[in-house]
Protein backbone atom coordinates (compact mmCIF):
# COMPACT_ATOMS: atom_id res chain seq x y z
CA UNK A 1 0.00 0.00 0.00
CA UNK A 2 3.06 2.41 0.87
CA UNK A 3 4.56 1.64 -2.31
CA UNK A 4 1.43 2.70 -4.39
CA UNK A 5 1.23 6.31 -2.23
CA UNK A 6 4.76 7.06 -2.67
CA UNK A 7 4.22 6.49 -6.57
CA UNK A 8 1.19 8.39 -6.58
CA UNK A 9 3.77 11.34 -5.23
CA UNK A 10 6.55 10.52 -7.20
CA UNK A 11 4.31 11.38 -9.94
CA UNK A 12 3.38 14.51 -8.49
CA UNK A 13 7.02 15.31 -7.79
CA UNK A 14 7.40 15.45 -11.77
CA UNK A 15 4.53 17.35 -12.16
CA UNK A 16 5.27 19.72 -9.23
CA UNK A 17 8.59 20.30 -11.38
CA UNK A 18 7.05 21.35 -14.38
CA UNK A 19 4.92 23.66 -12.61
CA UNK A 20 8.05 25.72 -10.93
CA UNK A 21 9.59 26.16 -14.35
CA UNK A 22 6.53 27.87 -15.38
CA UNK A 23 6.29 30.16 -11.92
CA UNK A 24 3.20 29.49 -11.20
CA UNK A 25 3.71 28.78 -7.33
CA UNK A 26 2.78 31.44 -4.53
CA UNK A 27 5.80 33.93 -2.34
CA UNK A 28 5.15 34.00 1.77
CA UNK A 29 2.50 36.14 3.00
CA UNK A 30 1.28 37.70 5.91
CA UNK A 31 -1.21 35.08 6.87
CA UNK A 32 -0.93 31.55 6.41
CA UNK A 33 0.61 28.75 8.85
CA UNK A 34 4.36 29.92 9.32
CA UNK A 35 3.46 33.39 7.62
CA UNK A 36 3.28 31.39 4.21
CA UNK A 37 0.44 31.12 2.01
CA UNK A 38 -1.01 27.21 1.57
CA UNK A 39 -2.70 26.10 -1.11
CA UNK A 40 -4.96 22.92 -2.16
CA UNK A 41 -2.76 20.66 -4.75
CA UNK A 42 -3.87 20.15 -7.74
CA UNK A 43 -3.70 17.09 -10.24
CA UNK A 44 -3.30 14.82 -7.12
CA UNK A 45 -4.50 14.62 -3.83
CA UNK A 46 -7.34 16.30 -4.72
CA UNK A 47 -10.05 15.33 -1.73
CA UNK A 48 -9.45 18.77 -0.75
CA UNK A 49 -12.21 21.20 -0.86
CA UNK A 50 -10.94 24.38 0.76
CA UNK A 51 -7.75 26.02 2.27
CA UNK A 52 -7.97 29.17 4.39
CA UNK A 53 -5.03 30.83 5.59
CA UNK A 54 -5.44 32.48 9.33
CA UNK A 55 -2.55 34.38 11.38
CA UNK A 56 -0.08 31.60 11.93
CA UNK A 57 -2.83 29.10 10.64
CA UNK A 58 -4.00 27.26 8.43
CA UNK A 59 -7.36 25.50 8.10
CA UNK A 60 -8.21 22.54 5.53
CA UNK A 61 -11.89 21.34 4.39
CA UNK A 62 -11.48 17.75 2.93
CA UNK A 63 -14.50 15.50 1.70
CA UNK A 64 -14.58 11.58 0.30
CA UNK A 65 -10.72 11.40 1.56
CA UNK A 66 -9.20 7.63 1.50
CA UNK A 67 -6.44 6.53 2.98
CA UNK A 68 -3.41 8.05 0.27
CA UNK A 69 -4.27 5.60 -2.14
CA UNK A 70 -6.08 7.88 -4.65
CA UNK A 71 -7.49 10.54 -2.86
CA UNK A 72 -6.42 11.88 -0.35
CA UNK A 73 -6.71 15.60 0.43
CA UNK A 74 -3.43 17.78 -0.19
CA UNK A 75 -2.34 21.22 0.60
CA UNK A 76 1.56 23.05 -0.16
CA UNK A 77 3.57 25.19 0.09
CA UNK A 78 6.32 26.25 -2.59
CA UNK A 79 9.57 27.02 -0.71
CA UNK A 80 11.50 27.91 -3.96
CA UNK A 81 14.99 26.23 -2.51
CA UNK A 82 15.22 27.73 1.07
CA UNK A 83 17.71 26.13 2.73
CA UNK A 84 16.84 24.42 5.63
CA UNK A 85 20.30 22.48 6.56
CA UNK A 86 20.75 24.27 10.14
CA UNK A 87 17.65 23.40 11.44
CA UNK A 88 16.51 19.84 12.94
CA UNK A 89 13.04 19.81 13.90
CA UNK A 90 9.83 21.23 11.98
CA UNK A 91 7.09 21.33 14.18
CA UNK A 92 3.16 22.67 14.92
CA UNK A 93 -0.23 21.74 16.48
CA UNK A 94 -2.87 19.76 14.21
CA UNK A 95 -6.23 19.78 15.70
CA UNK A 96 -8.84 17.10 14.00
CA UNK A 97 -12.32 18.96 13.75
CA UNK A 98 -13.55 16.42 11.70
CA UNK A 99 -15.94 13.48 13.46
CA UNK A 100 -13.62 10.88 12.12
CA UNK A 101 -10.36 10.06 13.19
CA UNK A 102 -7.84 11.19 10.36
CA UNK A 103 -4.32 9.81 9.13
CA UNK A 104 -2.10 12.54 8.60
CA UNK A 105 2.13 12.96 6.44
CA UNK A 106 3.97 15.11 5.33
CA UNK A 107 6.51 15.43 2.46
CA UNK A 108 9.63 17.52 2.01
CA UNK A 109 10.71 17.99 -1.74
CA UNK A 110 14.09 18.57 -1.92
CA UNK A 111 17.02 19.42 -4.92
CA UNK A 112 16.62 20.40 -8.77
CA UNK A 113 14.64 17.02 -8.86
CA UNK A 114 12.22 17.59 -5.88
CA UNK A 115 12.70 14.62 -4.32
CA UNK A 116 9.48 13.34 -2.01
CA UNK A 117 10.65 12.45 1.30
CA UNK A 118 7.43 11.51 3.21
CA UNK A 119 7.28 11.27 7.10
CA UNK A 120 5.32 8.11 8.64
CA UNK A 121 1.57 8.41 9.07
CA UNK A 122 0.26 9.91 12.29
CA UNK A 123 -2.99 9.30 13.67
CA UNK A 124 -4.96 12.21 15.07
CA UNK A 125 -8.36 11.38 16.70
CA UNK A 126 -11.70 13.17 15.81
CA UNK A 127 -11.74 16.43 18.13
CA UNK A 128 -8.87 15.88 19.45
CA UNK A 129 -5.58 18.25 19.10
CA UNK A 130 -1.90 16.54 18.65
CA UNK A 131 1.88 18.41 19.01
CA UNK A 132 3.33 17.21 15.77
CA UNK A 133 7.55 17.79 15.74
CA UNK A 134 9.10 16.38 12.35
CA UNK A 135 12.50 15.31 12.70
CA UNK A 136 14.43 16.70 9.54
CA UNK A 137 17.76 14.88 10.24
CA UNK A 138 16.34 11.63 11.07
CA UNK A 139 17.19 8.21 8.89
CA UNK A 140 12.77 8.21 8.95
CA UNK A 141 11.68 9.88 5.59
CA UNK A 142 10.16 7.51 3.52
CA UNK A 143 11.64 7.54 -0.35
CA UNK A 144 9.94 5.75 -3.94
CA UNK A 145 12.93 4.83 -6.05
CA UNK A 146 11.45 4.55 -9.40
CA UNK A 147 13.95 3.00 -10.86
CA UNK A 148 14.29 -0.53 -8.67
CA UNK A 149 10.30 0.19 -7.51
CA UNK A 150 11.25 0.10 -3.70
CA UNK A 151 10.59 2.32 -0.90
CA UNK A 152 13.11 2.95 2.07
CA UNK A 153 13.98 5.10 5.02
CA UNK A 154 16.67 7.76 4.27
CA UNK A 155 17.49 11.09 5.83
CA UNK A 156 16.34 14.12 3.64
CA UNK A 157 18.66 15.08 0.53
CA UNK A 158 19.59 18.44 -0.06
CA UNK A 159 18.01 20.42 2.99
CA UNK A 160 19.51 23.54 1.62
CA UNK A 161 17.67 23.31 -1.05
CA UNK A 162 13.66 22.57 0.01
CA UNK A 163 11.46 23.32 -2.74
CA UNK A 164 8.10 22.62 -1.61
CA UNK A 165 6.40 20.90 1.67
CA UNK A 166 3.28 19.18 0.79
CA UNK A 167 0.66 18.09 3.48
CA UNK A 168 -1.78 14.95 3.32
CA UNK A 169 -5.04 14.32 5.27
CA UNK A 170 -6.10 10.63 4.73
CA UNK A 171 -8.75 8.05 6.28
CA UNK A 172 -6.98 5.88 9.04
CA UNK A 173 -8.95 3.52 7.28
CA UNK A 174 -8.74 0.87 4.33
CA UNK A 175 -12.32 0.97 3.32
CA UNK A 176 -14.45 4.04 4.79
CA UNK A 177 -13.55 7.92 3.44
CA UNK A 178 -13.57 10.94 6.29
CA UNK A 179 -15.12 14.30 5.27
CA UNK A 180 -14.13 17.73 7.68
CA UNK A 181 -11.99 20.17 8.41
CA UNK A 182 -8.46 20.47 10.26
CA UNK A 183 -6.23 23.15 11.50
CA UNK A 184 -2.28 23.44 11.68
CA UNK A 185 -0.90 26.39 13.74
CA UNK A 186 2.51 27.27 15.93
CA UNK A 187 5.01 26.30 12.89
CA UNK A 188 8.55 26.17 14.47
CA UNK A 189 12.24 25.60 12.79
CA UNK A 190 13.84 24.77 15.20
CA UNK A 191 17.81 23.85 15.67
CA UNK A 192 18.39 21.16 17.86
CA UNK A 193 18.77 21.61 21.83
CA UNK A 194 16.58 23.81 24.05
CA UNK A 195 19.51 26.37 25.18
CA UNK A 196 18.80 25.42 28.96
CA UNK A 197 21.52 24.05 31.07
CA UNK A 198 20.68 20.86 32.77
CA UNK A 199 20.74 21.65 36.99
CA UNK A 200 22.09 18.47 38.62
CA UNK A 201 20.93 16.14 40.95
CA UNK A 202 21.91 14.25 43.79
CA UNK A 203 21.44 11.14 41.73
CA UNK A 204 21.12 9.84 38.46
CA UNK A 205 19.56 12.19 35.87
CA UNK A 206 18.91 12.48 32.40
CA UNK A 207 20.85 15.00 30.34
CA UNK A 208 18.96 15.39 26.93
CA UNK A 209 20.16 11.99 25.65
CA UNK A 210 22.89 11.39 27.98
CA UNK A 211 22.59 9.80 31.08
CA UNK A 212 24.57 11.41 34.18
CA UNK A 213 25.54 10.02 37.89
CA UNK A 214 25.53 12.35 41.02
CA UNK A 215 29.32 13.51 40.25
CA UNK A 216 27.65 14.44 36.82
CA UNK A 217 29.85 11.97 34.91
CA UNK A 218 28.11 10.47 31.96
CA UNK A 219 27.13 6.50 32.57
CA UNK A 220 26.90 3.90 29.99
CA UNK A 221 25.12 0.85 31.59
CA UNK A 222 26.72 -2.59 31.00
CA UNK A 223 24.86 -5.45 32.70
CA UNK A 224 22.19 -8.18 32.90
CA UNK A 225 18.89 -8.82 34.23
CA UNK A 226 18.94 -10.74 37.59
CA UNK A 227 15.37 -13.09 38.24
CA UNK A 228 15.38 -12.06 41.89
CA UNK A 229 11.74 -12.63 42.78
CA UNK A 230 11.33 -15.97 40.87
CA UNK A 231 14.36 -17.53 42.93
CA UNK A 232 15.03 -15.80 46.04
CA UNK A 233 14.14 -19.20 47.84
CA UNK A 234 17.62 -20.13 46.79
CA UNK A 235 19.00 -17.10 49.25
CA UNK A 236 21.67 -16.61 47.18
CA UNK A 237 21.45 -12.97 46.59
CA UNK A 238 24.78 -11.73 47.59
CA UNK A 239 26.73 -14.54 46.07
CA UNK A 240 24.91 -13.93 42.84
CA UNK A 241 25.23 -10.20 43.07
CA UNK A 242 29.06 -10.52 44.22
CA UNK A 243 29.40 -12.73 40.69
CA UNK A 244 28.03 -10.95 38.52
CA UNK A 245 30.27 -7.63 39.67
CA UNK A 246 33.34 -9.80 39.43
CA UNK A 247 32.41 -10.69 36.20
CA UNK A 248 33.01 -6.73 35.12
CA UNK A 249 29.02 -5.47 35.45
CA UNK A 250 28.49 -2.40 36.52
CA UNK A 251 24.75 -2.90 36.44
CA UNK A 252 22.17 -5.25 37.10
CA UNK A 253 17.97 -5.02 36.50
CA UNK A 254 16.07 -6.47 39.36
CA UNK A 255 13.15 -8.78 38.81
CA UNK A 256 10.71 -7.70 41.43
CA UNK A 257 7.14 -8.31 41.96
CA UNK A 258 4.27 -6.31 43.45
CA UNK A 259 2.08 -8.89 44.09
CA UNK A 260 -0.30 -8.97 41.46
CA UNK A 261 0.45 -12.29 40.14
CA UNK A 262 3.94 -13.24 42.10
CA UNK A 263 4.64 -13.00 45.53
CA UNK A 264 5.53 -9.13 46.50
CA UNK A 265 8.90 -8.43 47.54
CA UNK A 266 9.04 -6.27 51.13
CA UNK A 267 10.30 -3.03 51.14
CA UNK A 268 13.22 -4.87 53.76
CA UNK A 269 13.88 -7.43 50.89
CA UNK A 270 14.24 -4.47 48.49
CA UNK A 271 16.79 -2.86 51.08
CA UNK A 272 18.73 -5.56 50.98
CA UNK A 273 19.57 -6.49 47.89
CA UNK A 274 20.50 -1.86 47.12
CA UNK A 275 22.71 -2.60 50.16
CA UNK A 276 24.15 -5.83 48.60
CA UNK A 277 24.80 -4.23 45.16
CA UNK A 278 26.16 -0.71 46.34
CA UNK A 279 28.66 -3.09 48.77
CA UNK A 280 30.19 -4.70 45.01
CA UNK A 281 29.33 -1.16 42.91
CA UNK A 282 26.59 -2.08 41.30
CA UNK A 283 23.94 0.10 39.75
CA UNK A 284 20.70 -1.55 40.66
CA UNK A 285 17.67 -0.53 38.38
CA UNK A 286 14.51 -2.12 40.13
CA UNK A 287 11.66 -3.16 37.74
CA UNK A 288 7.98 -4.96 38.73
CA UNK A 289 7.62 -7.77 36.21
CA UNK A 290 3.92 -8.79 37.31
CA UNK A 291 2.72 -6.08 34.11
CA UNK A 292 4.49 -7.77 31.43
CA UNK A 293 2.44 -7.39 28.21
CA UNK A 294 -0.61 -6.39 29.87
CA UNK A 295 -2.89 -3.25 28.63
CA UNK A 296 -4.17 -2.34 31.03
CA UNK A 297 -3.43 0.90 32.03
CA UNK A 298 -4.53 0.46 36.26
CA UNK A 299 -1.90 -2.35 36.37
CA UNK A 300 0.89 -0.12 35.15
CA UNK A 301 -0.27 2.68 37.88
CA UNK A 302 -0.65 -0.39 40.61
CA UNK A 303 3.06 -1.25 40.02
CA UNK A 304 4.19 2.59 40.08
CA UNK A 305 2.31 2.96 43.74
CA UNK A 306 3.99 -0.29 44.70
CA UNK A 307 7.60 1.86 44.41
CA UNK A 308 5.64 4.20 47.03
CA UNK A 309 4.81 1.67 49.42
CA UNK A 310 8.54 0.72 49.81
CA UNK A 311 10.20 4.31 49.44
CA UNK A 312 12.10 4.11 52.91
CA UNK A 313 14.12 1.43 51.10
CA UNK A 314 14.42 3.57 48.16
CA UNK A 315 15.16 7.21 49.53
CA UNK A 316 18.38 8.35 49.88
CA UNK A 317 19.58 6.41 47.18
CA UNK A 318 19.07 8.12 44.57
CA UNK A 319 22.74 7.96 43.13
CA UNK A 320 22.64 4.16 43.34
CA UNK A 321 19.50 3.16 41.91
CA UNK A 322 16.64 3.84 38.51
CA UNK A 323 13.24 2.94 39.18
CA UNK A 324 12.10 1.10 35.98
CA UNK A 325 8.78 1.51 36.77
CA UNK A 326 7.20 -1.73 35.29
CA UNK A 327 8.84 -4.44 32.44
CA UNK A 328 7.06 -4.47 29.58
CA UNK A 329 4.09 -3.28 30.24
CA UNK A 330 1.57 -2.99 27.00
CA UNK A 331 1.46 -5.90 24.56
CA UNK A 332 0.05 -3.63 21.86
CA UNK A 333 1.92 -0.17 20.09
CA UNK A 334 -0.80 1.79 20.64
CA UNK A 335 1.51 5.20 21.56
CA UNK A 336 -1.49 7.65 22.57
CA UNK A 337 -2.47 4.59 25.60
CA UNK A 338 1.27 4.43 25.86
CA UNK A 339 1.66 8.11 26.40
CA UNK A 340 -1.04 8.65 28.94
CA UNK A 341 -0.06 5.88 31.00
CA UNK A 342 2.64 6.74 31.58
CA UNK A 343 2.44 9.87 32.40
CA UNK A 344 0.35 8.97 34.96
CA UNK A 345 2.70 6.24 36.05
CA UNK A 346 5.66 8.47 36.60
CA UNK A 347 2.58 11.13 38.38
CA UNK A 348 2.25 8.76 40.71
CA UNK A 349 5.64 8.19 41.67
CA UNK A 350 6.56 11.79 42.30
CA UNK A 351 3.70 12.35 44.36
CA UNK A 352 5.02 9.83 46.62
CA UNK A 353 8.24 11.61 46.98
CA UNK A 354 10.71 9.79 44.81
CA UNK A 355 13.01 11.67 42.79
CA UNK A 356 15.06 8.87 41.26
CA UNK A 357 15.58 8.84 37.60
CA UNK A 358 12.28 6.64 36.19
CA UNK A 359 12.85 4.21 33.54
CA UNK A 360 10.13 3.58 31.27
CA UNK A 361 10.25 0.19 28.91
CA UNK A 362 8.61 0.47 25.16
CA UNK A 363 5.48 -0.89 24.41
CA UNK A 364 4.75 -4.02 22.10
CA UNK A 365 6.53 -6.02 24.52
CA UNK A 366 9.45 -4.07 24.92
CA UNK A 367 10.40 -3.95 21.38
CA UNK A 368 7.42 -1.24 20.00
CA UNK A 369 9.74 1.55 19.66
CA UNK A 370 7.36 3.59 18.61
CA UNK A 371 5.93 3.99 21.14
CA UNK A 372 9.24 6.18 23.15
CA UNK A 373 9.96 7.52 20.05
CA UNK A 374 6.58 9.46 19.24
CA UNK A 375 5.62 9.52 22.43
CA UNK A 376 8.69 9.88 25.17
CA UNK A 377 9.14 13.06 24.61
CA UNK A 378 5.60 14.23 26.16
CA UNK A 379 6.25 11.63 28.92
CA UNK A 380 9.70 13.36 29.92
CA UNK A 381 8.07 17.01 29.32
CA UNK A 382 5.13 15.49 32.11
CA UNK A 383 7.73 14.95 34.83
CA UNK A 384 8.07 17.57 37.30
CA UNK A 385 12.03 16.92 37.90
CA UNK A 386 12.68 16.03 34.02
CA UNK A 387 13.98 13.02 34.80
CA UNK A 388 12.79 9.95 32.49
CA UNK A 389 14.83 7.50 30.52
CA UNK A 390 13.72 5.16 28.25
CA UNK A 391 14.26 1.11 27.39
CA UNK A 392 14.16 -1.05 24.28
CA UNK A 393 14.34 -4.90 24.71
CA UNK A 394 15.93 -5.65 21.45
CA UNK A 395 14.78 -9.44 20.25
CA UNK A 396 14.19 -10.24 16.30
CA UNK A 397 11.68 -7.82 16.22
CA UNK A 398 13.95 -4.53 17.41
CA UNK A 399 17.37 -6.23 17.21
CA UNK A 400 17.23 -8.55 14.40
CA UNK A 401 20.17 -6.56 11.91
CA UNK A 402 22.05 -3.69 12.30
CA UNK A 403 19.40 -1.34 9.79
CA UNK A 404 16.41 -1.99 12.42
CA UNK A 405 19.20 -1.46 15.60
CA UNK A 406 20.16 1.54 14.07
CA UNK A 407 16.92 2.87 13.02
CA UNK A 408 15.41 2.54 16.37
CA UNK A 409 18.52 3.63 18.53
CA UNK A 410 18.81 6.89 16.39
CA UNK A 411 15.27 7.44 15.92
CA UNK A 412 15.02 7.78 19.73
CA UNK A 413 18.35 10.13 20.22
CA UNK A 414 17.28 11.92 17.55
CA UNK A 415 14.62 13.57 19.92
CA UNK A 416 16.90 13.46 22.74
CA UNK A 417 15.65 11.47 24.95
CA UNK A 418 18.01 9.12 27.18
CA UNK A 419 17.82 5.35 25.84
CA UNK A 420 19.39 2.14 27.37
CA UNK A 421 19.01 -1.39 25.70
CA UNK A 422 17.20 -2.98 28.71
CA UNK A 423 16.95 -6.15 27.27
CA UNK A 424 18.20 -8.20 24.47
CA UNK A 425 19.43 -11.87 24.01
CA UNK A 426 21.13 -13.37 20.81
CA UNK A 427 18.46 -15.32 19.19
CA UNK A 428 14.30 -15.42 20.51
CA UNK A 429 11.26 -16.88 19.72
CA UNK A 430 10.53 -14.05 16.99
CA UNK A 431 13.79 -14.65 15.82
CA UNK A 432 17.38 -13.71 15.54
CA UNK A 433 19.47 -11.31 16.75
CA UNK A 434 22.28 -9.18 16.10
CA UNK A 435 23.73 -8.86 19.24
CA UNK A 436 27.02 -8.39 17.89
CA UNK A 437 25.96 -5.13 16.18
CA UNK A 438 23.45 -3.74 19.26
CA UNK A 439 26.89 -4.13 21.53
CA UNK A 440 29.24 -2.36 18.88
CA UNK A 441 26.57 0.20 18.06
CA UNK A 442 25.66 1.02 21.70
CA UNK A 443 29.63 1.39 22.17
CA UNK A 444 29.77 3.50 19.24
CA UNK A 445 26.74 6.27 20.34
CA UNK A 446 27.50 5.85 24.19
CA UNK A 447 24.47 4.48 25.26
CA UNK A 448 24.13 1.47 28.21
CA UNK A 449 23.16 -1.97 27.66
CA UNK A 450 22.00 -5.27 29.89
CA UNK A 451 21.61 -8.61 28.75
CA UNK A 452 18.87 -10.74 29.28
CA UNK A 453 19.45 -12.88 31.29
CA UNK A 454 21.90 -13.92 34.50
CA UNK A 455 20.09 -17.12 34.42
CA UNK A 456 16.25 -18.66 35.33
CA UNK A 457 15.06 -18.73 32.16
CA UNK A 458 12.30 -21.41 31.14
CA UNK A 459 11.96 -23.83 28.18
CA UNK A 460 11.77 -23.36 24.89
CA UNK A 461 14.20 -19.97 26.11
CA UNK A 462 16.53 -21.85 28.31
CA UNK A 463 19.41 -20.40 26.13
CA UNK A 464 19.04 -17.25 27.29
CA UNK A 465 21.19 -18.02 30.06
CA UNK A 466 24.03 -16.72 30.78
CA UNK A 467 25.47 -18.78 33.53
CA UNK A 468 24.34 -22.52 34.12
CA UNK A 469 23.64 -21.24 37.91
CA UNK A 470 23.03 -18.49 39.71
CA UNK A 471 26.18 -18.63 41.88
CA UNK A 472 29.30 -20.94 40.30
CA UNK A 473 28.15 -21.88 37.60
CA UNK A 474 29.78 -21.64 33.75
CA UNK A 475 29.07 -19.24 31.38
CA UNK A 476 27.25 -20.07 28.39
CA UNK A 477 29.33 -20.18 25.05
CA UNK A 478 26.78 -18.73 22.71
CA UNK A 479 25.61 -16.25 25.07
CA UNK A 480 27.42 -15.46 28.68
CA UNK A 481 31.17 -15.44 27.36
CA UNK A 482 29.66 -12.98 24.23
CA UNK A 483 28.49 -10.89 26.82
CA UNK A 484 31.33 -10.99 29.46
CA UNK A 485 34.41 -12.03 26.78
CA UNK A 486 33.53 -10.75 23.45
CA UNK A 487 34.37 -8.40 21.36
CA UNK A 488 32.51 -5.07 22.82
CA UNK A 489 31.38 -6.58 26.23
CA UNK A 490 31.90 -5.97 30.15
CA UNK A 491 35.65 -6.68 29.93
CA UNK A 492 36.13 -4.32 27.23
CA UNK A 493 33.78 -1.83 27.99
CA UNK A 494 31.97 -1.40 31.19
CA UNK A 495 33.50 0.75 33.91
CA UNK A 496 32.02 1.17 37.52
CA UNK A 497 29.93 4.25 37.69
CA UNK A 498 32.16 6.99 39.58
CA UNK A 499 29.59 7.68 42.40
CA UNK A 500 31.84 4.68 43.64
CA UNK A 501 35.41 5.28 42.75
CA UNK A 502 38.27 6.24 45.38
CA UNK A 503 39.07 9.50 45.88
CA UNK A 504 42.28 9.60 43.88
CA UNK A 505 44.54 12.16 46.20
CA UNK A 506 47.01 11.04 48.41
CA UNK A 507 49.72 12.54 50.42
CA UNK A 508 52.84 11.54 51.89
CA UNK A 509 55.04 12.78 54.02
CA UNK A 510 58.69 11.71 54.58
CA UNK A 511 62.43 12.80 55.62
CA UNK A 512 65.09 14.63 53.88
CA UNK A 513 66.40 15.21 50.47
CA UNK A 514 66.55 18.07 48.35
CA UNK A 515 64.99 17.55 44.96
CA UNK A 516 62.17 18.66 42.77
CA UNK A 517 61.10 16.03 40.47
CA UNK A 518 57.90 15.92 38.31
CA UNK A 519 57.03 12.24 36.85
CA UNK A 520 53.90 10.76 34.84
CA UNK A 521 52.76 7.43 35.46
CA UNK A 522 50.36 4.74 34.07
CA UNK A 523 48.80 2.75 36.90
CA UNK A 524 46.35 -0.22 36.82
CA UNK A 525 44.15 -0.90 39.60
CA UNK A 526 41.97 -4.29 40.35
CA UNK A 527 38.51 -4.23 41.29
CA UNK A 528 38.03 -5.46 44.82
CA UNK A 529 35.42 -8.12 43.15
CA UNK A 530 38.06 -9.19 40.91
CA UNK A 531 39.64 -11.30 44.66
CA UNK A 532 36.78 -13.00 44.80
CA UNK A 533 36.95 -15.19 41.37
CA UNK A 534 40.30 -16.68 40.66
CA UNK A 535 38.87 -18.14 37.26
CA UNK A 536 37.38 -14.44 36.43
CA UNK A 537 40.22 -12.46 34.10
CA UNK A 538 41.54 -9.81 35.89
CA UNK A 539 39.42 -6.21 35.23
CA UNK A 540 41.33 -3.27 35.27
CA UNK A 541 41.06 -0.18 35.10
CA UNK A 542 43.34 2.48 34.17
CA UNK A 543 44.17 5.62 34.81
CA UNK A 544 46.92 8.39 33.85
CA UNK A 545 48.44 9.99 37.43
CA UNK A 546 50.78 12.51 37.97
CA UNK A 547 53.31 12.75 41.04
CA UNK A 548 54.88 15.92 41.72
CA UNK A 549 57.55 15.85 45.10
CA UNK A 550 58.84 18.79 46.58
CA UNK A 551 61.83 19.04 49.15
CA UNK A 552 61.67 21.88 51.37
CA UNK A 553 63.64 22.29 55.03
CA UNK A 554 64.49 18.65 54.83
CA UNK A 555 60.52 17.72 54.52
CA UNK A 556 59.75 15.81 51.03
CA UNK A 557 55.54 15.81 50.63
CA UNK A 558 54.41 13.93 46.96
CA UNK A 559 50.98 14.82 46.14
CA UNK A 560 49.40 12.05 43.38
CA UNK A 561 46.20 13.50 41.21
CA UNK A 562 44.68 11.70 38.77
CA UNK A 563 44.74 13.87 35.45
CA UNK A 564 41.13 14.31 33.67
CA UNK A 565 41.81 13.45 29.37
CA UNK A 566 39.03 15.34 27.26
CA UNK A 567 36.74 13.28 25.24
CA UNK A 568 35.28 15.65 23.18
CA UNK A 569 37.06 18.99 22.89
CA UNK A 570 34.95 21.89 22.85
CA UNK A 571 31.77 19.61 24.93
CA UNK A 572 31.92 21.54 27.97
CA UNK A 573 28.60 19.73 28.95
CA UNK A 574 29.70 16.37 27.70
CA UNK A 575 26.65 15.50 26.15
CA UNK A 576 28.50 14.08 23.22
CA UNK A 577 27.81 17.18 20.56
CA UNK A 578 29.53 20.45 20.75
CA UNK A 579 26.67 22.84 20.35
CA UNK A 580 25.60 26.28 21.68
CA UNK A 581 24.60 24.80 25.02
CA UNK A 582 28.64 24.60 25.48
CA UNK A 583 29.53 28.40 24.55
CA UNK A 584 26.59 29.52 27.16
CA UNK A 585 28.11 26.99 30.07
CA UNK A 586 31.55 27.89 29.30
CA UNK A 587 30.85 32.06 29.30
CA UNK A 588 28.88 31.65 32.38
CA UNK A 589 31.58 29.61 33.82
CA UNK A 590 34.05 32.40 32.88
CA UNK A 591 32.14 34.90 34.00
CA UNK A 592 32.09 33.53 37.13
CA UNK A 593 27.94 33.06 37.47
CA UNK A 594 27.48 31.46 40.74
CA UNK A 595 24.24 29.86 39.79
CA UNK A 596 25.26 27.27 36.71
CA UNK A 597 26.22 24.01 37.64
CA UNK A 598 29.64 22.65 38.44
CA UNK A 599 31.23 21.83 35.28
CA UNK A 600 32.95 18.00 35.52
CA UNK A 601 36.77 17.82 35.37
CA UNK A 602 35.82 16.23 31.92
CA UNK A 603 34.06 19.19 30.68
CA UNK A 604 36.83 21.19 31.51
CA UNK A 605 39.48 19.21 29.66
CA UNK A 606 37.00 19.55 26.94
CA UNK A 607 36.82 23.09 27.29
CA UNK A 608 40.51 23.52 27.20
CA UNK A 609 40.74 23.73 23.02
CA UNK A 610 43.65 26.31 23.64
CA UNK A 611 45.78 23.64 25.31
CA UNK A 612 47.37 25.69 28.01
CA UNK A 613 46.68 25.56 31.74
CA UNK A 614 43.60 27.98 31.65
CA UNK A 615 40.05 28.06 30.65
CA UNK A 616 38.85 31.27 29.52
CA UNK A 617 37.98 33.92 26.76
CA UNK A 618 40.11 32.36 23.92
CA UNK A 619 38.69 29.13 24.73
CA UNK A 620 35.49 30.43 24.33
CA UNK A 621 36.36 32.20 21.01
CA UNK A 622 37.88 28.82 19.68
CA UNK A 623 34.78 26.72 20.19
CA UNK A 624 32.25 29.90 18.70
CA UNK A 625 34.81 29.49 15.44
CA UNK A 626 34.28 26.25 15.15
CA UNK A 627 30.14 25.86 15.71
CA UNK A 628 30.07 29.40 13.16
CA UNK A 629 32.39 27.00 10.37
CA UNK A 630 34.63 29.41 10.44
CA UNK A 631 37.29 26.64 11.78
CA UNK A 632 37.30 22.69 11.17
CA UNK A 633 37.13 20.16 13.90
CA UNK A 634 41.25 19.56 12.87
CA UNK A 635 41.45 23.71 13.78
CA UNK A 636 39.69 23.44 16.88
CA UNK A 637 42.38 22.36 19.08
CA UNK A 638 45.33 24.68 19.49
CA UNK A 639 48.97 23.60 21.47
CA UNK A 640 49.75 26.77 22.84
CA UNK A 641 53.41 27.18 23.06
CA UNK A 642 53.49 30.52 25.02
CA UNK A 643 52.07 29.42 28.23
CA UNK A 644 53.36 25.96 29.10
Known amino acids: MRGKKLLACATACAMMATASAAGTFGAMAADGLGGFAWS ?58 SASDISFAAAVNTG ?13 SAGASKDVTLYLKAEEWWYYDADTQTNSLVTIADLYNVQRVNMMIMSTSETATVSGSVTL ?55 TLKEIAAYGANTVRIVLSDG ?36 DA ?93 SVHMYGTAGGNATTI ?34 EYCKDVQIGWLAWSWYGNGSPVEYLDMSSANVGGTLSADWGEVVVNGKNGWKETSKVCS ?21 EETTTTTTEAETTMA ?69 LANANCIQDKNVDSSDLTQIARYLAHLITAEELVVTDTTNN
Not at 116 to 122: A, E, G, K, V, Y
Not at 335 to 357: F, M, N, P, Q
Open 40 to 97: ATEGYQEGTTGVTNGADSVTVSFADTDNGTSNAAGFYHNFDGADWSEYDTLSFTLTNE
Open 112 to 124: SSWKWHQSDNITV
Open 185 to 239: NGWKLEKSGSGEVVEPKDGFYVDGAVLRDANQNAFEMRGTNYAYTWYKWEGNEEA
Open 260 to 295: QQYTKNTAGEVANLISLCEKYKLIAVLEVHDVTGKD
Open 298 to 390: NLLLNAAKYFGEIKSALIGHEDTVIINIANEWQGNTNTSSWESAYIAAVKEIRDAGLTHCIMCDAGGWGQGYVTVRDGGSAVLASDPEKNVMF
Open 406 to 439: KSVIDGIKTRNLCLVIGEFGYKHSDGEVDEAYIM
Open 499 to 519: VYADEPITTTTTEPAVTTTTT
Open 535 to 603: EVSTMTTTTTTVAETSTEAGETTTTTTTQTVATLYGDVDCNGVIEINDIVLLARYIAQDQDIPVISAEG
